[in-house]
């Protein structure tokens, strides 16, 4: 769906709204996604790979633990890597919302 007309403005609470439109259809989102700090520790894999929607990475190694921030709704990754001589190999262990890890 491409978007016809981009408008951003300034609400009285000091938030920005973005408002697309289409030829057929009007999407508002009136604030950011809110900002979360998790946390993810692994006990299983040699090395697992967080990867959030953004594309950035975190890796986990075995035994340790480690915070990082994502926003409320987004999907991460899980994946194991079994070589780390191999980093490229990975494989899915689950998509996890981003409010399913633990709170820092």
């Given at each position: 769906?491409?978007?016809?007309?981009?408008?951003t403005s300034r609400c009285s609470a000091g938030s920005l709204e973005v408002t697309w439109f289409t030829s057929n259809q009007r999407f508002t989102m009136t604030q950011?996604?809110?900002?979360?700090?998790?946390?993810?520790?692994?006990?299983?894999?040699?090395?697992?790979?967080?990867?959030?929607?953004?594309t950035h990475e975190i890796q986990v190694k075995k035994g340790t633990a480690k915070e990082f921030d994502c926003y409320a709704g987004e999907t991460i990754k899980i994946?194991?890597?079994?070589?780390?001589a191999q980093p490229k190999e990975r494989d899915l262990l689950e998509n996890r919302k981003a409010d399913d890890f633990s709170s820092v």
């Open positions: 769906m491409a978007f016809d007309i981009l408008c950011p996604p809110k900002k979360l700090r998790k946390h993810y520790k692994n006990d299983d894999h040699p090395v697992v790979v967080l990867r959030f929607e953004d994946l194991a890597v079994h070589d780390p």
